[in-house]
Structure formats: structure tokens, C-alpha cells
């Protein structure tokens, strides 16, 4: 034990005095060499970073030069462009003007143009107006003047002629006026006034017929022997001087064929003249023959008959009716019409 003891501080005193190498300065030295070479890995990795940046800041001068080439480029084709915009701009603040001058043109041509053609409609319409007038106050045709009415109001809406708007009015009152006229319904009445004239064959005839006054078998003489004839004969001639019969007071008038058809005929052509008025729509001409038809069958035809009394009392029906029913005035349209056309007419050289 004493001698490992002299020797450890054997040792320690060499060590002290210099004379053996401290393991601790190898470790330093490995220290410093895995240092160096990790600064030499880190360097050469600092290295590679700076080139790649400088390869991409070379990049990024190469995308700057291009990117301020375009730049150029597009502010050159801005300038170009507001300068077009500038040009437009300019030529834009002279449309109004070139517009106006346009529609004066337009409005010129159209002048032109619709000259001749508002003069034709306006003839046009004013002869459509003439003839309702003419229709209704001559024929009474209430129907056929609304339409021509109608017509000349569709031709002066055809073109665009402010001259006519009060011509235009005018005529919307006189159609309302028009159309507010209640008709009558003239088939129906000629349809009854026909149905009349045919029935008139069986009305009964006031008076005794000469045929039913008579008598009314002659005796067989086909079988008789010619002193039986001559008697026969004789003795007929005899009763025919002298020969009674019961009959009624109010009809002992005797009434021959020719005067039986004859008294038919008449009233036959009294509803004939009734419904001719009608088809006229002439209202005196029409009540003054449903009048005359009712007279003539009080006069000459048995009232107690049923037809007869049914025929009067149709008569009556019929001649209540207004064949012509009071209608407005018209011709004012017209009227402003024609001034419109003699105001745009021409002056004479």
C-alpha cells in the first residue's frame, strides 16, 4: 500500500514538473478540430445560401428589367389610349350637335313624305264622313254610318297628324252618340208583317158569302126522264124567285167572291206598304199603314174571328214600335275636317 501510494506521488510530481503531456489538451485539441471542421460545414453551407441569392437577386433583376420594359411598354400604350380616349371624347361633344342636325333632316324628309299621304287620308276620311252622314239622314242607317264612322276614324289613327286631334275628339262624341241609339229590330218586325200577309187568306170576312147564299145541292136529273127535267127545272126556278134564311143581324151584308178577295188583297197590300216603311225605317209611312190595316180589318173583317182579333192585336204591337228612333246630329267632325284640309292646302301662286 505504501509503495502505490509513493508512486501515485511519483507521478503527480512528474506531471507537476513537466516532464509527461495532459490528456486534457488532446481533448481540446479534438474539441477544437470538430470545431473547425463544423465552422468549414457551416461556412461552405453559408456559401452555397449566398450563391443561390445571388443567383435569385440575379433573377429577381432579370424579372425587375423585364417587368420595367412592360411597364414602359403599357404606359406607352396608356398614353396612346387616352389620347384615343381624348379624341373620342372630343368627336363625342360634337354627336349633339351632328344629332340635331340628323333629326332636323329626318324631321325634313318626313315632312316630305307624309305630305301627300296625310292628304290622302284626310280626303280619305272626310268622304267616309260624308257618306255616313249621307246614309243616316237619307236612309236612316244608323249601323252603316257607325261604321263609316268607325273607318274614317281608323284612317285619320293610321298616321301621325296632330292637326286632326280635335277632329279625332269630335268624332269619339258623335260615335257615342251613334251608338247609344237603341234599334229596333227591323227583321222581326218584316218576319211578323210576312207571317200576316200569309194568314190574311183565312181572316174572315164580315157579310154572307153569295156562294153559301145559294143552294147548295142541284137536283140528280142524270136518272130523270126529260118531263121529270123540265119539271124539276121548273119547279127550282119557281123556289129560286123566293127564298128565306135565318141570319145573324151584323152580317147580313152579302159579300161576293171578287169583293171577299179583293177586301183580302187590300189588306194584304196595307201590310205589304207597312213593312216596306219598315225596311225604310220611315215612321210615318209605317204607322200610317199599321193604322189603315187595323181600320180596314175593324171595317171588313169579323172581329169575333180569332185570327182577326189575334192580327189586331199584333198590329197594335207592331205599331208601337219606333222604326226609327231620333238619333244625335253629326257632321261637326266633318266640318273641322274640311277647315283642316283648306288650312294646309297650298297657297296659290
Known amino acids: 500500500m505504501t509503495n502505490e501510494i509513493e508512486s501515485l506521488t511519483t507521478d503527480m510530481t512528474a506531471r507537476r514538473t513537466g516532464s509527461g503531456v495532459s490528456p486534457m489538451w488532446f481533448a481540446f485539441a479534438g474539441i477544437a478540430l470538430l470545431l473547425a471542421i463544423y465552422a468549414h460545414w457551416r461556412f461552405g453551407q453559408f456559401d452555397e445560401r449566398i450563391d443561390r441569392i445571388r443567383r435569385q437577386v440575379a433573377e429577381v433583376r432579370a424579372t425587375q428589367d423585364r417587368l420595367s420594359s412592360q411597364v414602359g411598354l403599357l404606359t406607352t400604350r396608356l398614353e396612346q389610349s387616352q389620347d384615343q380616349f381624348r379624341n373620342q371624347i372630343r368627336a363625342l361633344g360634337e354627336v349633339p350637335t351632328q344629332l340635331g342636325e340628323l333629326g332636323r333632316n329626318v324631321a325634313e324628309l318626313r315632312a316630305r313624305t307624309e305630305a301627300p299621304q296625310r292628304a290622302w287620308v284626310r280626303a280619305e276620311a272626310l268622304y267616309l264622313l260624308e257618306l255616313g252622314a249621307r246614309r ?156 189603315a190595316a187595323q181600320d180596314w180589318l175593324d171595317r171588313f173583317f169579323d172581329s169575333r174571328d180569332g185570327a182577326v182579333a189575334a192580327a189586331k192585336s199584333e198590329l197594335a204591337e207592331l205599331a208601337a214600335i219606333d222604326v226609327d228612333p231620333a238619333h244625335p246630329e253629326i257632321g261637326t267632325a266633318a266640318q273641322l275636317l274640311q277647315r283642316v284640309i283648306r288650312a294646309s292646302a297650298p297657297a296659290s301662286p
Open 136 to 291: 243616316l239622314n237619307l236612309e236612316h242607317d244608323v249601323p252603316t254610318a257607325i261604321a263609316a264612322m268607325e273607318s274614317a276614324d281608323a284612317r285619320l289613327a293610321a298616321v301621325t297628324d296632330p292637326a286632326v286631334a280635335e277632329v279625332r275628339a269630335q268624332l269619339a262624341r258623335e260615335l257615342d252618340g251613334l251608338r247609344a241609339v237603341r234599334l229596333p229590330d227591323v227583321a222581326s218586325i218584316i218576319s211578323r208583317l210576312t207571317a200576316m200577309e200569309a194568314e190574311a187568306e183565312t181572316f174572315r170576312v164580315l157579310g154572307v158569302p153569295m156562294a153559301k147564299a145559294r143552294r147548295t145541292g142541284d137536283v140528280d136529273a142524270a136518272n130523270m126522264g126529260a118531263w121529270e127535267r123540265a119539271a124539276s127545272r121548273i119547279a127550282q126556278a119557281w123556289s129560286d124567285l123566293l127564298s128565306f134564311r135565318r141570319v145573324d143581324p151584323s152580317r147580313t151584308q152579302l159579300v161576293t167572291r171578287e169583293e171577299e178577295s179583293l177586301r183580302r188583297q187590300h189588306l194584304e197590300l196595307l201590310l205589304f206598304a207597312g213593312r216596306i216603311a219598315a225596311m225604310q225605317q220611315d215612321r210615318a209611312a209605317y204607322v200610317q199603314s199599321l193604322e
